[in-house]
């Protein structure tokens, strides 16, 4: 009988396994979108299952439930659980979203590893828009706009570091302004930083305009966002509705998911007949050359993602890798001598 | 800073927390089903995710992805990853399916708990029939007909010692003669187990049937189904369309999820427009009390269980709090210290 063995890697091991390497996090998410725009990933649609307040109503936490077969290269199931949380906001003691992935093997079907996601998150999250940076950014991008300088503020900036090094100013605000000097001080002499002090100061006329905040109603006026601009809208609904129409072209991480979530900014305008399916293209399709990337340096791109299984599963599946080869992290085994019946 | 606790349980653990408990599991299933037919849980439909030989067609393996809320008294989010092998069932080294449950906090959104649930899985669904036969079984059933001796048969036999402890013949069999003849050993003195040559045998003229194979093609044909008895199919496929046509009465534990299976032995008849949606009736309304058990001696009645994650969870939730309770399993932490960022 064989003992189905499972690798545990707390987040300190994900760390260990070059967990904050963003670099190496651009590579993933450059090889997972480019499997998903050749169609070599099996991703069925997150599954959201909220928890209320005793009202029945009230957003209390929320688990969201990723599964996905990565194929190409990869040839790697897993799941993304990440559960979402306001008690935890409330208390301040622990992160809004927790996460945790599970690998599976796809010959065997057993669990080969379940590791810490929470920080996997975030690096993915950022590498994405450093991914859509690099293949949509205006040519000799000077100026940056970020909005939100929390987790993701900070991954992102650790993007930015890579993927636009020559960057003149990176302005960055958060409603937590000490926050924002926080970690604007730990990428002195690696970004050169701005703090501002609103949104509107941080965007208007800024080459690349990312939001990463936590609101859930649009805040960014389509007057601050320049002609020939990126912007990147990390979360879902930060922008009015305007910031998408005037854009020239309209880029997304999956149109399946974000046109089906009751949530997203591109609702609204779907219902209008504002905005039509044919004119959204997938980033993966533009990684895998399969559609262009900004054609001119006059036009505004627009890019929204919704976070997807299979960036999460190809940066597990590095860390997993890189813990083997360490050994790090704790083997687990699923029964210790033989499956009992 | 917390730091979330997760406690991990190998099947030895499940074990030494009752996991083998058939009255406990009993209990779970009708807790599980009441909830179900009061509505109090959030199920979202099973995820099928398969992965497929190298032709592209051929089943290889499957994971399911099973996340469920259960409300009630319960209280508790979880989900089952669900996998299953056929490279498994030709090495003959590890189970067909091997499942793993997580359990997690709807407050803080942590996980608290991943445990084995291979064994949890098979407990349970023989729980489900158990059920199924306290509410639909014809009063003084003396014969029972089951075919498939696997891990099933074996929880199966367990149940029936419980919900049918006065059986005057228990008839079994099994492609494989002498795994049916170890397992009728084991239940040597506790049931009257009589080994028969096949389906027909087991099954004509018995008060209760229960088919638990993984043929999935159909193989039971009407005319052994005796009126007044009750027809529990454990698989999804096992009986011709007359089985289901004959029957007075059709329970099924999710109609919402069977009616969508393409797999299912209903698919073709829903197609033919020969079963509609009104004739069938959930089990857990039966067990909350909304809708008759049986109604009378001769009335012929076949059950489906399609397999449920809210009733690995409520399992899964038992063997968690009595292993808390007896300080089983390894504790992990997903971060040592603090969150990182």
Not at 98 to 119: E, F, K, Q, Y
Not at 198 to 218: E, F, K, Q
Request: aromatic share 6%.
């Amino acid at each position: 009988m064989t003992v189905p063995e499972i690798l545990f890697l707390s987040q300190e091991d994900v760390i260990a396994a070059g967990g904050l390497d963003m670099a190496k996090a651009l590579e993933d998410m450059e090889l997972a979108l480019r499997l998903h725009g050749e169609g070599e990933i099996n991703m069925p649609p997150k599954i959201f299952l909220p928890f209320t307040e005793a009202d029945g109503e009230s957003f209390r936490a929320a688990a969201i439930t990723m599964p996905v077969y990565v194929g190409g290269p990869v040839q790697r199931a897993g799941v993304k659980w990440a559960a979402e949380s306001m008690e935890n906001v409330r208390r301040g003691d622990l992160p809004y979203g927790i996460d945790i992935v599970v690998l599976h093997d796809v010959d065997r079907a057993h669990p080969v590893a379940i590791m810490d996601g929470t920080l996997i998150t975030a690096m993915r999250t950022s590498a994405i828009t450093g991914v859509a940076t690099r293949y949509l950014a205006p040519p000799e991008s000077r100026v940056v706009g970020l909005v939100g300088a929390g987790v993701i503020g900070r991954t992102t900036l650790e993007a930015l570091c890579h993927v636009l090094p020559d960057v003149e100013e990176v302005r960055l605000c958060d409603l937590d302004r000490p926050r924002a000097q926080t970690l604007a001080a730990e990428f002195a002499g690696r970004l050169p930083i701005r703090i501002v002090d609103d949104a509107g100061t941080s965007l208007r006329g800024a080459d690349v305009c990312i939001t990463m905040t936590t609101s859930r109603t649009p805040y960014v006026q389509a007057e601050w966002v320049a002609p020939g601009s990126l912007f990147a809208q990390v979360a879902a609904n930060e922008v009015e509705g305007e910031v998408i129409l005037q854009a020239d072209r309209l880029v997304v991480d999956e149109w399946e998911q974000i046109s089906h979530y009751s949530g997203s900014a591109f609702r609204p305008l779907l219902e209008k007949g504002q905005v039509h399916d044919e004119e959204i293209t997938n980033l993966g399709k533009i990684v895998a050359g399969e559609a262009p990337g900004r054609r001119t340096p006059e036009e505004r791109i627009f890019f929204d993602s919704f976070g997807m299984a299979c960036e999460d599963i190809v940066v597990a599946e590095r860390i997993y890798q890189e813990a083997r080869r360490h050994g790090l992290g704790h083997p687990l085994r699923l029964w210790e001598l033989a499956w009992a019946m």
